[in-house]
């Protein structure tokens, strides 16, 4: 049975760990959200110091972020609790009890470790830190302690009794808290016993400082043998003497060693120091504990001799450890011992008294799953125990964690519902544009006149244009004859002594002829490679003109800094895909036609220019020929003379050519305005277009309505971002 118990108790373990993850995913997800409302909540707030419409005002301040963030801290609590609970590598017992009830006994009989590990004692309280004990059996016995650093001493040790004994000022820094001394308590707690050994409790960490605050700089964890452990975690040594202080500093220590019941499977105890005691902190501790590291929790109850009975405190300590989880009822993971002993102990036979306490335990309410009369010194009776409740949670612990899991789940879901109903006043808090009427009347008239005028202006250019289009394009011309020219002056034709070299390396004139050719046509095609700046230049001019107008009668230079066709390509970026809903925008197309649209040398001149050349091409029928007794000289000669021809051809072919810019030009603009203007329903796209960004295009008669839309957009994309984040599948962890 046991070991079929450790397998179930390692394969629970193991199903956890997916859900860990998924968990972390909507831990992410909902401190995703927590920003995003923040963002909100501030945007919000800037809004009610803006808008001056009493119903806006209100409708925004009925907007509840304030209460969705205490529920988004709370939650992202539970979730950590949870994860955590599905991280651990062991289902960890809690051991439960008030001072000096038999815990530490308990404790070594079920681990065998000894009282040099575990403190004991029937004086004052032993146990100074909480200690988690896992069972390997494949280590020594050893330790590893985690200390407080100097700053989580300060707040979560310090502080508590500062601000519980209304001591004023808390230290900042330990070097405060030594070199000062401690504040007197307030004349209306001195009267106090309580309060009073509470402050007592601090004196103790002030008086005792340096012997234990240079752990507060050490880093964590540190391992210890065996032979230290006690001195880390007790306030005694084994004779009594109150000589350690080392536990002061001390968060929190682990022991790893071998359980005398090998089959337990991959547990650990968890040993809470004694309550009880009047230190600050203890019970907030435990509950946090037992919150988040605590599958199930043993309580541990040693009736006196004399006579017991279930006391306020054992009730209070019940109600306490009940905190822990507020989705996992107490009596569904935890269980009572109360502890034997027998007429030989110092605290005699309370065997009677156990009986009377098992029989009254229903009526205090302190439910648990099981509870049994066992002697916590005797290891046989001890492990009895513990494989009762190792078999209840190898039987329990997926429905619980199921359970548990459920209702974090259940209470995002809910969180989600609330966020949505909070997000949906929000996407209406503004209402429609208030002035959305009167925006339209103004709109309309300025849209037409608009219309207008770009028409207008668009069409007088045009005509321009075709004027032009059979004129010289005076840009291009320039290059033509500064190409020409560059090519007569530089015609790349070797002297004739460069000619005899040539001819003498080659193998003879004519060898030396037929190389050249192509060399020399090389060099003059290259000159006209210049022509490309004069036919950019001079559509660079004409989409400047186009843009003029855009920018003057169309009112668009508020939409872009950019000009010329820098202009043309910013507003393909701005005009989106479609304006009318299912329609690929023609607006948006025509601004794409000209935006793209280039004339090139290679595109346009070259196929022209090479034809021209072939007179420069060896066995070519253009090609001159030489005699049959050729000589420098008249190598010379053909190449000038061939070189002469092909310069006047392409003149006369670019002279054809000049008029073609303009030509050019005119066709494309002609066609960008069909695309613009005349094109079916791109009236429509414009008025669409020009409504949206109308208060930068007519930032005077719209300056209000700029804000009022910034502001609107701002708000409502802040709303989506919650939105998209709060519907994200992350939240859902659970299958």
């Known amino acids: 049975m046991n070991t079929n118990r450790t397998a179930r108790i390692a394969s629970i373990i193991e199903k956890r760990r997916p859900f860990a993850q998924q968990i972390e995913g909507a831990e992410a997800n909902l401190k995703s959200l927590a920003s995003a409302l923040r963002n909100l909540e501030d945007k919000r707030n800037q809004l009610l110091t803006q808008v001056d419409d009493p119903n806006v005002i209100g409708q925004l301040k009925e907007i509840d972020f304030s209460t969705i963030q205490l529920s988004i801290a709370a939650e992202l609590e539970a979730l950590g609790k949870l994860r955590v609970r599905f991280s651990r590598d062991t289902l960890n017992i809690g051991v439960v009890g008030r001072a000096r009830q038999g ?40 330790g590893e302690v985690w200390f407080y650093s100097e700053r989580s001493f300060l707040d979560e040790v310090l502080s508590p009794y500062y601000e519980k004994l209304r001591l004023g000022a808390k230290p900042m820094t330990i070097q405060d808290f030594a070199s000062q001394p ?92 004694g309550l009880g005691d009047t230190g600050i902190g203890d019970a907030e501790r435990l509950v946090k504990t037992l919150g988040q590291d605590v599958d199930a929790v043993l309580f541990v109850r040693m009736p006196s001799a004399k006579g017991d009975y279930w006391a306020d405190v054992d009730v209070r300590l019940y109600d306490t450890a009940s905190t822990a989880l507020v989705d996992l009822p107490l009596n569904q993971w935890s269980f009572m011992i109360l502890n034997q002993t027998g007429a030989d102990s110092k605290n005699g036979d309370n065997s009677k008294n156990c009986q009377d306490l098992a029989g009254d335990i229903a009526k205090k309410h302190i439910n648990v799953s099981e509870w049994a009369i066992a002697n916590c010194a ?65 709109f309309v008239p300025l849209f037409n006149k608009l219309w207008k005028n770009l028409r207008n202006g668009l069409q007088e250019l045009l005509k321009e244009l075709r ?28 002297s004739i002594e ?86 690929q925008s023609k607006l948006k197309f025509g601004f794409q036609l000209l935006a ?122 802040a709303v989506d971002r919650a939105a998209e984040i709060n519907e994200s599948n992350s939240m859902q962890f659970l299958n």
């Not at 649209?597 to 050349?613: D, T």
């Open 103 to 142: 815990k530490s006994r308990l404790l070594q009989s079920l681990t065998g470790l000894t009282a040099a590990e575990i403190p004991d004692g029937d004086r004052q309280h032993c146990t100074g830190v909480r200690s988690t004990i896992h069972h390997n059996p494949s280590v020594e016995t050893h």
């Open 182 to 273: 401690l504040p007197p308590l307030p004349n209306d707690l001195r009267g106090f016993a309580e309060y009073g050994a509470m402050y007592e409790h601090l004196s103790g960490y002030h008086a005792n400082l340096e012997k234990y605050c240079h752990l507060l700089r050490e880093p964590s964890p540190r391992r210890i043998g065996r032979d230290e452990i006690r001195q880390y975690v007790a306030q005694d040594n084994l004779a009594g003497e109150r000589i350690y202080f080392n536990y002061l500093a001390v968060r929190e220590v682990k022991i790893v060693c071998n359980f005398p019941n090998a089959e337990v499977g991959q547990i650990a105890l968890v040993d809470m120091p």
């Open 378 to 442: 005797n290891p046989e009776e001890a492990n009895k125990v513990l494989d009762r409740v190792l078999d209840y949670l190898a039987a329990n612990i997926t429905a619980l964690d199921k359970q548990y899991a459920s209702s974090c789940q259940e209470r995002l879901s809910q969180l989600q519902s609330a966020v949505k109903a909070e997000l949906d006043k929000a996407r209406t808090s503004l209402g429609k544009e208030a002035q959305q009427s009167k925006d339209a009347q103004l």
């Open 467 to 494: 004027k032009q289009r059979d004129e010289v394009d005076t840009n291009f011309k320039e290059k033509v004859d500064e190409a020409i020219q560059n090519c007569r002056e530089d015609t790349g034709i070797p």
């Open 498 to 583: 460069e000619i005899e070299i040539q001819a003498n390396s080659t193998g003879g004139y004519p060898n030396a002829y037929y190389q050249y050719l192509p060399e020399v046509r090389a060099h003059l095609s290259h000159k006209f490679l210049s022509l490309d700046e004069g036919l950019k230049l001079s559509l660079e001019q004409v989409k400047s003109q186009v843009t003029e107008v855009l920018v003057n009668q169309g009112r668009l230079g508020g939409l872009t800094e950019a000009l010329g066709s820098n202009f043309l390509r910013e507003m393909v970026k701005l005009l989106p895909d479609q304006l009318i809903p299912g329609e």
């Open 596 to 717: 793209e649209f280039e004339l090139s040398y290679r595109g346009f001149v070259q196929h022209r220019i090479r034809q021209h050349l072939d007179g420069l091409t060896p066995n070519e029928s253009a090609t001159l020929q030489l005699s049959t007794s050729p000589s420098a000289q008249q190598v010379f000669l053909n190449l000038k003379t061939a070189h002469a021809e092909a310069v006047y051809q392409c003149e006369n072919a670019l002279e054809n050519l000049l008029c073609e810019p303009s030509q050019a030009a005119f066709a494309i603009v002609e066609e960008f305005l069909d695309r613009i203007l005349r094109a079916e329903d791109v009236d429509s796209e414009w008025r669409i277009f020009l409504d949206d960004v109308r208060s930068e295009v007519w930032p005077d008669e719209f300056k209000q309505l700029n804000e009022r839309t910034r502001m609107r957009r701002e708000w409502l994309d």
